[in-house]
């Protein structure tokens, strides 16, 4: 099975910056897209950036230009540079891989969608 774990969430000024890591483990043979998602209090979770296996980007309008997706492939990690955080960007905040990993159980490679644990970021006003 594939784990992902989450670290680097806190609290954090209105206008200050946080990065967030993300760490797959496991048999795992490829991941292809990696994703940051949100979800604030009485609100559904939203996509924040994803990032393919290429490097290619996207993100939320509400977070372009402020925040950065990137990836270690070497490490099977994600990062989420978040700056200029507002007190609207306060959620929990989950990593989410997609790809293959070694079964044993099946002897086969299989595929995964994983995610991590949640990360509280706060921003306050």
């Known amino acids: 099975q594939v784990q992902l774990v989450e670290s680097g969430g806190g609290l954090v000024q209105a206008g200050g910056s946080l990065r967030l890591s993300c760490a797959a483990t496991g048999s795992i043979d490829s991941i292809n897209n990696m994703a940051w998602y949100r979800q604030a209090p009485g609100k559904q979770r939203e996509l924040v950036a994803a990032?393919?296996?290429?490097?290619?980007?996207n993100y939320a309008d509400a977070v372009k230009g402020r925040f950065t997706i990137s990836r270690d492939n070497t490490k099977n990690t994600s990062y989420l540079q978040m700056n200029s955080l507002k007190p609207e960007d306060t959620a929990v905040y989950h990593c989410?891989?997609?790809?293959?990993?070694?079964?044993?159980?099946?002897?086969?490679?299989?595929?995964?969608?994983?995610w991590g644990q949640g990360a509280q970021v706060t921003g306050s006003s």
């Open positions: 989410n891989a997609k790809g293959l990993y070694y079964s044993a159980e099946y002897r086969n490679y299989m595929p995964f969608d994983a």
């Open positions: 990032i393919t296996s290429g490097s290619s980007t």
